[in-house]
């Protein structure tokens, strides 16, 4: 597989789909894609099997708060900036660039890394969506630790952080991300091949680049034809009616009200974020919660929504997606749960509550 | 001239002079550096001059509030955990150890990791004094960087900063070592002995110790003994009746309200303070500023009192000492002088004001 401009557009709309909200708008690092394919040519994704298991890979993107990745526009020398930090430290180059999640811009901007570097980008990711902390990560679960971890900002500042657990490294990098202003570029969970075979969850880039073309097929009715890729269950569809958001601490936190339309009515829907949707309540009454994706769509072209771009008036559909399996062990719940980010419920998985 | 535990201890207690009230208590490092010494055998003190030009030059020390310095104790392996860092970056060795500023804790803890490491310690500093920020290194006078450098906390977690410019380094450098929980060990402004020699302020250790020995005399007026081993303007004698202190942000802040007694009876002294001294009031008009030194002095026994030690009922006697010559030029004056600190005042040295 490669990506082209034209499969780049389809992964970006995937991507705000698999994103559940989070991870930015894909747009800045599409263009910074888009860019970098029509000068440097198509990036080569690779399943990580292809790769040599002593090759060193690099997952990678930005991290902080959405809002401010929008507005706080990436100099472009920062994925340069964290490699050649990187490869000072191994004395070695890598030799494929990974998203560490595919969500918002995280799926597309490590492509612009990508082929500004030469390197081929591996077909899978460490979250299979977007989390908004550095310990939600697949290999935290295997207790393999994100440090040395590398952030640039736009001035091309770097730091290196070696902590001795990966909370202590979402706490000090979280903190030094909100000091550079609320948003940097990062690389962390560095590893060869072989390790990265144990924590893979792979395929998502193809992935992302299927929903999208599903969306763009021009079908009558898009969910459907996203429906055709990935199991959905549309839990409502409504109007927004309030939103509440705000940034702080390097994440934007808040909430959307949705009022019922259609067949719902007089019912109203509360959607909860941490940049990413968390949970989708009823009548206080949790309808879906992380680690399933919930994702609000667009009601009639089905793109997805990021929690930065809600806004008033808007009619959407809440859907959510089954959580990618390995989040749903007991290690996977207890890191991204609804308990880890404060709310007391059990998870049910929209699978065994729908399906 | 070897530091040996007899001139340790007098180092220790020159550096409460020297500190202007800040660099922290020196008790912690002075117990470490006993130790070490103990064990390890004295520590060679040497000019600048006597090393290579070529030779690596490891100037460092504690960062934070000393409110925090004080039960934070170190590890006792941050000094490794830095050098180790630092090392692998340049791939050589440091020859020598440094204390970036001569005050407080920071005079003596780089001794422990001098013994430690088996490096003689340079005999000077970047300060010549004590100083709360990270810009305020001669150094950066000369526009040479403070990066790369390297923060280590208590569970040698580290982290290396490589920012454009020291005001940034101040700033990133500052939120982490907050984000440790206050204070940290760290290694600044790495550079070789030739480069050294531009900045240095020399003769510091030895100075500190001769003041310390001075005060240890027995002389039955140490503050005379004091004087003739440095320029001494003692301002004022008095009682402390009130002292505001708050931790925050990786510094302490705060003010001590002084009643004369003896020949000040009926007047009211003001003594502002960022870990150290920085301006001393009497009716609103500034008797003495930084970068001048401005230190409390115990009124029997002449020893320095930290900024952390003032305490309500102390006999105090407050003492300036004349600036170092480096931070008298135009540019040093606008990187620590008084509207560094936010006093609208000029600066008018101590010897041009009472000598």
């Not at 709309?13 to 000068?39: F, H, N, S, W, Y």
């Not at 920062?78 to 999640?101: C, L």
């Not at 909430?255 to 509360?270: L, P, Y």
């Not at 808007?314 to 997606?321: H, K, S, T």
């Amino acid at each position: 597989m490669q990506i082209t401009i034209d499969s780049l557009r389809a992964v970006a709309i995937g991507c705000t789909i698999l994103g559940g909200g989070g991870g930015g708008d894909p747009r800045i690092g599409q263009m910074m894609a888009e860019e970098a394919i029509k000068v440097l040519g198509p990036v080569d994704v690779h399943p990580l099997e292809e790769l040599d298991p002593d090759d060193l890979i690099l997952p990678c993107g930005m991290i902080g708060a959405p809002t401010v990745m929008v507005e706080k526009i990436p100099n472009g020398g920062e994925g340069r900036a964290i490699r050649d930090v990187y490869e000072d430290i191994y004395g070695r180059e890598f030799k494929a660039v990974m998203p560490f999640e595919m969500g918002g811009i995280n799926g597309v901007l490590p492509i612009a890394w990508a082929a500004h570097a030469g390197l081929p980008l591996v077909d899978g990711d460490f979250m299979g969506r977007a989390f908004p902390e550095l310990q939600m990560l697949t290999p935290h679960l295997l207790g393999m630790p994100g440090s040395p971890a590398v952030i640039a900002d736009e001035r091309l500042q770097t730091i290196v952080f070696r902590t001795r657990d990966n909370l202590w490294l979402e706490k000090l990098v979280r903190n030094a991300v909100a000091t550079y202003g609320g948003s940097a570029c990062g690389g962390m969970y560095p590893m060869t091949a072989a390790e990265a075979r144990r924590a893979l969850i792979p395929g998502t880039v193809s992935l992302a680049e299927q929903l999208g073309r599903a969306i763009r097929s021009g079908a009558d009715d898009p969910l459907e034809a996203l429906s055709a890729q990935i199991p959905a269950f549309p839990l409502a569809a409504g109007k927004v009616v309030d939103v509440d958001r705000r940034t702080a601490g390097g994440f934007v936190r808040g909430s959307a009200v949705i009022e019922g339309i259609d067949q719902h009515r007089n019912q109203v829907f509360r959607l909860e974020f941490q940049n990413e949707n968390l949970v989708v309540l009823r009548d206080g009454e949790a309808l879906a919660t992380v680690p399933d994706i919930i994702t609000l769509l667009d009601y009639h072209t089905a793109h997805g929504i990021v929690t930065e771009g809600i806004k008033y008036g808007q009619r959407v559909r809440i859907v959510a997606f089954p959580s990618p399996r390995q989040w749903t062990s007991p290690a996977g719940i207890a890191t991204v749960g609804p308990r880890a980010f404060g709310y007391d419920v059990d998870y049910l998985g929209v699978e065994d509550r729908y399906g």
